[in-house]
């Protein structure tokens, strides 16, 4: 084999795996979701590619500044809740309907659920 070939191959395989180490190191962030609130968010399956987690927020609930990874959200219910980039940024309210999807980029963000009723989501996380 040429050098040439063995540089190819060795670059090719640092390419197809980068995707696969570096979303997984992501999830390890000390702000993850599943490690500052473990208490309302459950992790229903994870793969080399996604994430899926349940999160259920108490009506009244302030949680802590934390990370989601780019995704998307089904919400189960009907609930009413403010969120805002952290550091700084403004509180933005949100009135979601059971059933509505929606898509999120990642994020360090902090929430509050300030309806009367407690929130459930079904989060599908990217990891790549």
């Given at each position: ?56 927020i ?40 059971a ?30």
């Open positions: 084999m040429s050098k040439l070939f063995k540089i190819g191959i060795a670059a090719l395989c640092v390419l197809v795996a980068v995707p696969l180490v570096v979303p997984r190191a992501m999830s390890q962030d000390d702000q993850d979701v599943l490690k500052v609130i473990p208490e309302n968010y459950k992790l229903l399956l994870e793969n080399p590619f996604v994430r899926v987690l349940e999160a259920r108490p009506a009244g609930t302030l949680e802590k500044p934390h990370r989601h990874l780019r995704g998307v959200s089904v919400c189960m219910t009907e609930y009413t809740i403010e969120s805002r980039i952290v550091p700084g940024g403004q509180w933005v309210r949100s009135q979601r309907k059933g509505v999807v929606y898509w999120s980029e990642s994020s360090l963000h902090e929430m509050r659920n300030v309806g009367t009723t407690s929130s459930h989501t079904i989060r599908i996380e990217l990891k790549y």
